[in-house]
C-alpha cells in the first residue's frame, strides 16, 4: 500500500498535539523535578498512539460537522 498524505498528515498532527500537551499537563501536575523529561517522554510515548488513533476517528467526524456548520451558515460547504 502506497502512503497517502491522509494516512500521514494524521500522525504527525497527533505526535505535535501529545508533545505539546503532555509537556504542559506533566508540568502543570509536578512541576519541574529533576527527571523531568523522563516523566515527560514516558507520558509522549504512551499518548502519541492514543492521540494517532483517535485522530483517524475524529478528523471524519470534524469533516462532516464542518460540512453541516458551512452549510447551515451559507447554504453550501
Known sequence: ???KPQHIQPVIMAGIMAFLMTGFITWLNL???SNF???W???FIIAWPLAAMAAYIAIPIA???TR???TALYGTA
Open 63 to 65: 469533516q462532516k460537522a
Open 41 to 43: 517522554a514516558r507520558a
Open 37 to 39: 523529561i523522563a516523566l
Open 1 to 3: 500500500m502506497k502512503l
Open 31 to 33: 512541576g519541574l523535578p
Open 68 to 70: 453541516k456548520i458551512l
